[in-house]
């Protein structure tokens, strides 16, 4: 007997197929925001006085990452998404140039990631709509260490100060309008030669002094 797919599978198989063909770090990036779409939907779905929709909001952070992690396993679609997401990430591991970028700055895997978010938000301008939902603000379209924690649990958060790789060699910056640009809600944005010579176009190698 042959398994009906749901219709979020379904999705889910056609969001893979279309991120054929780009940057393998934008493809990733698409996944997880699909993937954390579902779990955001399936919270939603859950309904709730405004009272118990506050008692999830206030519940344990590492509660909510296991029951989410949980979902990822459960559910078809985002079950799909999450092998989807396996198998890109070991083709993007092997990148020539990300290889080059991580080892010459000794980049952490979630300044890595930092840099994916903010430069496929300028590949596909879409995703800052995706951005501003996941952040619950409609200013809120840019890249932040609190959205890369949330589109990477499996990463290691890095606390980004002015010490960081990504500052310090000017691969990544804080938009001048973070009131704390330390906060893990302050904006980030890539460096636009880094992400050119990143998608292999007629920008100069990083150097490092």
């Known amino acids: ?10 999705t889910a198989e056609s ?6 063909g780009e ?12 993937r954390r779409t579902l779990w955001l939907r399936s919270q939603r779905e859950s309904g709730g006085e405004p009272l118990e929709t506050l008692d999830r909001v206030l519940r344990d952070p590492a509660e909510l ?21 396996r ?15 991580r080892q010459m ?6 300044e890595v990631a930092l840099l994916a978010v903010a430069m496929a938000a300028d590949i596909h301008p879409t ?29 290691e ?10 500052l310090q060699w000017r691969l990544a910056r804080v938009l001048e309008t973070a009131a704390n640009p330390w906060a893990v809600h302050a904006p980030w944005v890539a460096d636009s030669h880094i992400m050119l010579w990143l998608l292999g176009g007629p920008a100069q190698q990083p150097q490092h002094d």
């Open 1 to 10: 007997m042959v398994e009906e797919k749901t219709t979020d599978q379904t």
């Open 15 to 20: 969001v893979a197929a279309e991120r054929r």
């Open 23 to 34: 940057p393998i770090f934008v493809t990733s990036v698409w996944l997880r925001a699909q």
């Open 65 to 85: 990452a296991v029951r989410e992690e949980d979902f990822y396993q459960a559910d078809p679609a985002a079950s799909y998404l999450s092998e989807q997401i």
């Open 87 to 101: 198998v890109t990430g070991i083709e993007w591991t092997a990148q020539p140039a990300w290889n080059r970028l």
């Open 105 to 110: 700055f000794a980049l952490s895997g979630f």
């Open 127 to 155: 995703l800052r709509r995706a951005y501003a939902c996941f952040h619950d603000d409609a200013q809120a379209q840019y890249a932040t260490p609190w959205l890369v924690s949330q589109l990477f649990p499996e990463v």
């Open 157 to 166: 958060p890095t606390r980004l100060g002015p010490q960081s790789p990504l």
